[in-house]
């Protein structure tokens, strides 16, 4: 098989076993970049071979000289750093972010060539990038999902070995689920988010996007970790997260909230994931269904809490000191022209509703009823793990949809949130993986859930699942 | 609750952003959709309930009053987009 | 009708930590622009606060000198508005927890004590400086981030040398605890002023005028005497206060009103998501309880009981903390039991020296040996009368020499001796007839003159008290 087909544990046995070396792995990827990128657009700002850093001389590293590919919104020193926005056009961090200097540490190649992303990760398509639409690897007139579209597509059809991505939403879990790959978002507080581009503050995580199970347990060994430049990072040990790729979930138990099987939801989607319940009962767990009543306040109380962070913390755009500047008369009027003609759309509207509920007089009828609809979601979760191990429930109501189907309605796009937006909420870890295909081919996802610091349920479950089925084992035919 | 136009107008410009008419018409439509949507929170008693503004149980994380390297101003300035010597540059402010 | 001033002031004091209130770098002042930043302070995307741990107990501290309540609970949020001198353009500040409130200072006025309440101290940082040009503005961020505390006053001040007595009260305090400079040239402390009038009597307040760009506490106090008449003349005209901003111009000694805002500001205030909250526990509080030295008030009091001195005179010398420790070094040094001579010499002349060259007592450069040896001259042994001793003294810090050597080098020393007295003033009479007659019709002043005649021919260098009582001796004799 080629070498770009490989998931990095085995990338890495074939440089062990000296089959292979580092700079063969990159040659064979970037082949397959400029294959087939100008197809699926996973990559931004790419010309000809993607940038990289210098490789680690050092043969006995983890990583072992094996790229990466990294999310626009993750700070990479010297190199171009943009969220996929016009207003952060050339910008360069003086800076790596601290999972940057994680993975060089251990000695990952990084790819300064960014992947597609939706601006400023608003979004669940990656249709709101400056740069244009990711194409998903299954279908290319789909989305790949959002926002972390670009490193999803690129892992999906082999254009990355893996991959990181950041999310405030569902951002890793989505695009995963939508393309067929694994998708990790850590407990809030596991990973630094120092050097990740700030949406949300109090719901943001950097996580992996993989082929399969243990190389995302590799990367979180990695990545994971308290970090003293990030106040919200947590000294919480860091185990070895491959010792929980144990493949047994007998006597596991799950809770599958009825709330999550909404009307509505794609039928598909509905049976794949029923399927892959059965097949986890039938090999030991135990799966009953339990209750999170306050599920349908997630998606408001996000767009609340979301927006407002969102809205805070994109007031720094502002041409002064980096990217882009309009020409103006007056600092008033270049604050408002250069944000105006630097935000798209979608970032142009969470800014606004985030100001709103902000604003006096709208605080406490929306900021802060938000912040109290956000406890009464955790305690639903807080009674649920005092009884079950784990839960698990479909990742998106639908499978990957058309580019542009959703585009003009952006409730309709909000509400495709609606399975992954709470964990966010209670700072859960949530893993994504494949769970089979609609009948038009398109891959359904399966998401489960643990409790805080406990990502060694999933890991166990997730591998438990995958090597018990295939789905991780087909690829996108190209 | 409606987030009429002149509202909008006044948040566009907290917000330090420019709206075309069009613009300002489209949002007025979208917003009010989605504040919609939002006041079902309204429906629940959270009167007794404390908010969540840290999801985390942590609190006291500190630094030591110990100096650290900070950037050559040049590389402070690197991405701006007007400077002057060792400074950004702004258009005049008149106070 | 009579009116009266009602005034708050806000006072924002930098903490002299070594580091910035957020990020690690150099908090020194005059040094080259954008020399002590980081992404943190500059703000750049990514970038992430981490409290400084002296700055929170510097704040503590003031806050106990303040006679505050220092709260066990307390946060940061984000105070929203734009300014290219502010890096985020939202400021790290507190809104509703502050760490300190309800506390008092008192000032002494006219032998009167007034208590002026402290409604709150709370931590926040600086933004940067900007520099205005011809046609730019420039930004420098060396400023961005150091630690403030931010005092404010209930309106509780009112007249100008109330606000003038709270500020040297104030500063003298915050210098006792060593944890700023408070030097309003070097921008280490800053002052605002919130001033309106009401009838005499009344106890409403009126609508209130914001002062600002005041740069010393002279400025302040003229600044506050301006618009007080201003607005008092205002009432009388009956045109109504505008509430709004005023700067000081210090050259033409008047307040203008800024471009009036279009609105009140809404800072849109929400807890910073970036920033855990803290928790300042009662150990904590004793510890840094004890940690703050004897204050002025203390200070004050124990030099009137200690040294006998007056509450007039133990004021001046415990404003200033180098004065003090000064002048404490020269209390315990002079043997006697009787402290009033040094003080009065602390007060007097060596006061006087201070600040005809514009500095502090302390940095006059006379030893306390010295100081107190000059002083015994004169008050004990009478060597040199009291104008000689100033002479002396004045001597003293031009050559550095002691006292002893420079009465012995310029011949200065003060003829007591009766013996030699006699001589002179046996000449005195004999050429003064008129004068002696004078005095013994009962002309008082005539003894003074003959005083005179022999303090000439002596030059200068009799004991007058000896002279005097000499003369009247001899004089009533005969």
New interface residues.
């Given amino acids: 098989m080629e070498l770009y087909r490989l998931t990095g544990h085995e990338l890495i046995r074939k440089i062990e076993n000296k089959e292979a070396s580092s700079q063969d792995i990159l040659s064979a990827l970037t082949q397959r970049i400029k294959a087939i990128d100008a197809k699926v657009n996973a990559y931004v700002r790419l010309s000809g071979s993607p940038e990289h850093s210098l490789p680690s001389l050092d043969q006995t590293s983890i990583l072992r000289g094996i790229p990466i590919s990294i999310k626009d919104n993750?700070?990479t020193q010297d190199h171009n750093?943009e969220?996929c926005s016009k207003i952060?056009e050339?910008?360069?961090?003086?800076?790596d972010?601290t999972v940057i200097g994680k993975l060089k540490n251990s000695g990952a190649l990084i790819l300064e060539t960014k992947t597609n992303m939706d601006e400023f990760a608003f979004g669940s398509s990656t249709e709101n990038s400056c740069f244009g639409p990711s194409h998903n690897p299954w279908d290319l007139e789909c989305v790949t999902g959002g926002s972390s579209g670009g490193s999803a597509a690129a892992v999906a059809a082999d254009e990355a070995v893996w991959a990181l991505g950041s999310d405030t939403g569902g951002s890793i879990r989505q695009p995963a689920a939508f393309c067929g790959v694994v998708g990790l978002k850590p407990t809030?507080?596991r990973v630094s988010?120092?050097?990740?581009?700030?949406f949300?503050?109090?719901l943001d995580q950097i996580g992996p996007i993989t082929k399969d199970v243990r190389d995302c347990a590799t990367l979180m060994n990695i990545i994971s970790g308290y970090d003293?430049?990030?106040?919200?990072s947590?000294n919480v040990r860091v185990p070895d997260y491959t010792q929980s790729l144990v493949n047994d979930v007998k006597g596991i138990k799950i809770g599958i909230p009825r709330e999550y099987f909404v009307e509505g939801m794609d039928e598909e989607v509905k049976k794949r994931v029923e399927e892959a319940i059965g097949q986890l009962r039938a090999l030991g767990a135990v799966c009953q269904e339990v209750s999170l009543p306050?599920t349908?306040?997630a998606?408001?109380?996000y767009?609340?809490i979301a927006t407002?962070?969102a809205?805070?913390n994109l007031?720094?755009?502002?041409?002064?000191?980096?990217?882009?500047?309009t020409e103006?008369?007056?600092?008033?009027?270049?604050?408002?022209?250069t944000?105006?003609k630097g935000?798209g759309q979608e970032a142009?509207?969470r800014?606004?509703?985030g100001?709103?509920v902000?604003?006096?007089g709208y605080?406490d009828?929306?900021?802060?009823?938000?912040?109290?609809?956000?406890?009464?979601i955790?305690q639903d979760f807080d009674k649920v793990f005092a009884e079950f191990d784990c839960i698990i429930t479909p990742t998106s109501p639908t499978s990957a949809f058309k580019i542009g189907e959703k585009i003009n309605d952006?409730?309709k796009m909000?509400l495709s949130d609606i399975y992954t937006i709470s964990v966010n909420?209670?700072?859960l870890a949530a893993i994504s993986i494949p769970c089979g295909f609609t009948k038009k081919g398109l891959p359904a996802g399966l998401q489960i859930l643990a409790k805080p610091f406990n990502e060694e349920i999933l890991f166990r479950v997730a591998h438990t699942y995958e090597q018990n089925t295939a789905w991780h084992l087909q690829k996108p035919t190209f | 609750m409606s987030l009429n136009k002149d509202t909008i107008k006044q948040v566009a410009h907290l917000s330090r952003i420019h709206l075309k008419p069009a613009e300002l018409e489209m949002l007025s439509g979208q917003l009010k959709d989605i504040l919609d949507f939002i006041d079902k929170l309204k429906k629940l008693d959270v009167a007794n309930i404390s908010p969540t503004s840290h999801i985390l149980a942590i609190n006291n994380v500190f630094r030591e009053d110990v100096p650290k390297n900070s950037l050559p101003a040049d590389k402070a300035l690197e991405n701006a987009p007007v400077k002057q010597g060792k400074f950004f540059g702004v258009p005049k402010i008149i106070e | 009708m009579e009116y009266e001033a009602v005034i708050g002031l806000e006072v924002h004091v930098h903490l002299k930590t070594k580091t910035k209130a957020f990020c690690g770098c150099s908090t020194e002042f005059g040094n080259a622009p954008n020399s002590q930043v980081c992404p943190v302070c500059l703000g750049f995307p990514g970038s992430l606060p981490v409290l400084n741990h002296l700055a929170l107990d510097y704040a503590v501290k003031v806050g106990l000198a303040l006679n505050c309540q220092v709260q066990e609970y307390t946060k940061f949020d984000r105070k929203h508005y734009y300014y290219p001198d502010l890096a985020k353009n939202y400021q790290i500040s507190q809104y509703d927890l502050p760490l300190s409130k309800d506390g008092f200072l008192d000032i002494y006025l006219n032998g009167k004590a007034k208590h002026i309440r402290i409604k709150r101290a709370h931590l926040e940082e600086d933004a940067g400086k900007l520099i205005h040009q011809q046609d730019l503005s420039l930004v420098d961020f060396n400023r961005a981030g150091i630690p403030l505390l931010e005092i404010v006053t209930d309106p509780d001040i009112n007249s100008p040398q109330e606000a003038y007595e709270y500020l040297t009260n104030l500063k003298s305090i915050i210098e006792y605890l060593d944890v700023s400079d408070c030097d309003m040239e070097k921008g280490s402390l800053r002052c605002d002023a919130n001033v309106s009038v009401r009838p005499k009597g009344t106890s409403g307040l009126g609508v209130k005028a914001e002062l600002k760009n005041m740069n010393s506490f002279k400025g302040v106090r003229d600044a506050l005497t301006y618009e007080i008449e201003r607005q008092i003349k205002s009432a009388h005209r009956g045109e109504k206060i505008v509430q709004e901003t005023r700067l000081w111009d210090a050259k033409s000694l008047k307040t203008f009103s800024m471009r009036t805002k279009e609105q009140a500001q809404d800072y849109r205030y929400f807890p910073d998501p970036d920033l855990p909250p803290f928790i300042i526990t009662q150990e904590k509080i004793n510890e840094i309880k004890n940690s703050i030295p004897e204050l002025p008030k203390e200070k004050c009091q124990r030099f009137m009981k200690e040294y006998g001195l007056s509450e007039y005179d133990a004021r001046i010398l415990v404003s200033n903390k180098n004065n003090t420790d000064y002048a404490e070094e020269c209390f315990k040094a002079w043997k006697d039991k009787n402290k009033k001579p040094v003080a009065n010499w602390l007060i007097g002349p060596l006061a006087g020296i201070a600040s005809s060259n514009n500095i502090e007592i302390s940095e006059v450069k006379i030893s306390a040996k010295d100081f107190l040896e000059l002083i015994d001259l004169v008050e004990n042994k009478q060597l040199i009368s009291n104008l000689t001793g100033k002479t002396v003294l004045e001597e003293m810090v031009s050559t550095g020499k002691s006292p002893s050597l420079i009465i012995q080098e310029k011949n200065l020393a003060q003829i007591s001796d009766e013996g030699v007295l006699e001589k002179e003033i046996a000449t005195v009479i004999k050429e003064n007839a008129k004068s002696v007659q004078a005095y013994r019709s009962g002309k008082e002043n005539a003894l003074m003159f003959l005083v005179g005649q022999v303090m000439k021919k002596t030059n200068g260098k009799a004991n007058p008290k000896v002279v005097q009582e000499i003369l009247k001796r001899r004089l009533t004799d005969a």
């Fill in positions: 993750i700070c750093t969220c952060l050339g910008f360069r961090p003086p800076y972010a809030y507080g988010r120092y050097g990740l581009i700030a949300a503050s109090s003293p430049n990030d106040s919200t947590v306050h349908e306040y998606v408001p109380v767009y609340i407002a962070e809205s805070s007031a720094r755009f502002d041409g002064v000191q980096y990217g882009l500047r103006a008369q007056n600092i008033i009027d270049m604050y408002k022209k944000r105006d935000f142009k509207r800014v606004i509703l100001t709103f902000l604003s006096h605080y009828a929306y900021y802060l009823r938000a912040l109290k609809v956000r406890t009464l955790k952006p409730l909000y909420l209670a700072g």
